[in-house]
């Protein structure tokens, strides 16, 4: 008696690890082709002020179809979890709204608890901070500083930059990402259109003149910003950032992906020296996500034309690329009959999943956007 009680736990603890493991890599194996994603933001957004909140949000993502959450984690000099990188480095644990709290914990046991997937968003990446001079990272570190070809500090649509093509800063950005990697149970990580980045009009600090030099026989980077050869410098040093902070994250948990988020090219190539389409081939890219912000049909599709003619280009691509949407920003909300439109478009140009900017968009007017999304998603699971 006590042997077949003794082989039914035994067997009863089988299934439940093998439910375990089948449900864990089911979620971790999830296409990103078929993503229906949203931001979360700190930034004009109550969601993450409290554990209720956020179960409620999740609850709502997962009754309306989604099936991807993309939380910030870093942004303005501060973690939305407490960091003890952050704590070692500038004595600063977690933003101070959240003391006390770690929000990104919370929201992936809510997230997970409905089915949907967690995407860490480090948003400000390489910036510093905005219209603050720097802010405190730079305050403490102004070696870090990236600058223009006067010597200011690389400022650009009021961020601070720094200086991404630094070893240590290089560091700081990868060690902030495995801290979240190894800490949590995210199912990917993600970068965007200020991580890997620079504004074309950095690359004259001290630091980075001299590394050029060093790998030009001693010449100087030419004065003018949009040089082809010097933006291709630069832009190949990204790259490799990008490709070390991929293979770094695959080494410390290879369930993990890593996607980025930039905005489209080659603008993107042209202004941040984003070259995401070599990101791609490179393979160090498990999704993108082109930032295909636009406020009416004609600009939108138009923009989704030139993605598809980006895709064919390629030589090796089978990196799942879908649109990011911009839903909503200050007072601006996609209507209705916009949104049905873009929606369309993309399955119609071959995209199964879109990503849309920002949560607090769905709640508006009554849940207005939400609801007319939730038939696409709940229709097409």
Not at 9 to 14: D, F, K, P, Y
Not at 87 to 108: H, Q, V, Y
Request: aromatic fraction near 12%; glycine fraction near 8%; proline fraction near 5%.
């Amino acid at each position: 008696m006590k042997k077949r009680k003794i082989l039914n736990l035994i067997t009863i603890s089988i299934l439940t690890l093998t439910l375990i493991i089948t449900l864990t890599s089911c979620r971790r194996g999830f296409d990103p082709s078929q993503w229906r994603g949203v931001w979360v933001t700190n930034v004009d957004s109550k969601v993450l002020d409290s554990r209720e909140s956020i179960e409620e949000a999740m609850a709502f993502l997962a009754d309306k179809g989604f099936n991807v959450v993309m939380p910030v984690v870093w942004n303005d000099a501060w973690t939305l979890y407490p960091s003890k990188l952050m704590t070692a480095m500038f004595d600063r644990e977690i933003s101070p709204r959240f003391a006390g709290r770690d929000p990104l914990k919370e929201l992936i046991d809510a997230a997970h608890a409905n089915g949907l997937l967690v995407v860490a968003w480090f948003e400000y990446g390489f910036a510093a901070s905005y219209k603050k001079n720097g802010g405190a990272l730079l305050e403490k570190k102004p070696e870090w500083a990236a600058k223009d070809a006067e010597g200011n500090l690389l400022t650009k649509n009021g961020f601070e930059w720094m200086n991404g093509y630094m070893p240590e800063v290089q560091d700081f950005i990868i060690s902030l990402v495995l801290e979240v990697v190894e800490n949590y149970d995210v199912d990917g990580v993600q970068g965007d259109d200020r991580l890997p980045a620079q504004p074309i009009h950095g690359g004259y600090s001290d630091f980075t003149v001299d590394l050029y030099k060093s790998e030009h026989d001693g010449a100087l980077p030419p004065g003018d910003h949009r040089d082809k050869e010097w933006q291709k410098w630069r832009g190949d040093k990204l790259n490799a950032f990008a490709k070390r902070l991929y293979d770094d994250v695959k080494a410390a948990d290879p369930g993990v992906l890593v996607t980025w988020a930039p905005s489209v090219y080659p603008w993107c190539y042209d202004e941040y020296l984003q070259d995401w389409p070599a990101w791609i081939e490179g393979g160090y890219a498990d999704a993108v996500i082109p930032q295909v912000y636009r406020y009416n049909r004609e600009a939108y599709e138009n923009t989704l034309t030139a993605l598809d003619r980006i895709k064919k280009e390629l030589k090796a691509y089978d990196t799942p690329i879908l649109p990011g949407v911009l839903l909503n920003v200050g007072s601006y909300v996609m209507d209705n009959e916009f949104l049905d439109a873009t929606i369309r478009m993309n399955r119609e140009h071959g995209y199964d999943g879109e990503v849309f900017f920002f949560y607090e968009g769905l709640r508006k007017e009554g849940n207005r956007t939400a609801n007319s999304i939730a038939p696409f998603y709940k229709d097409n699971k």
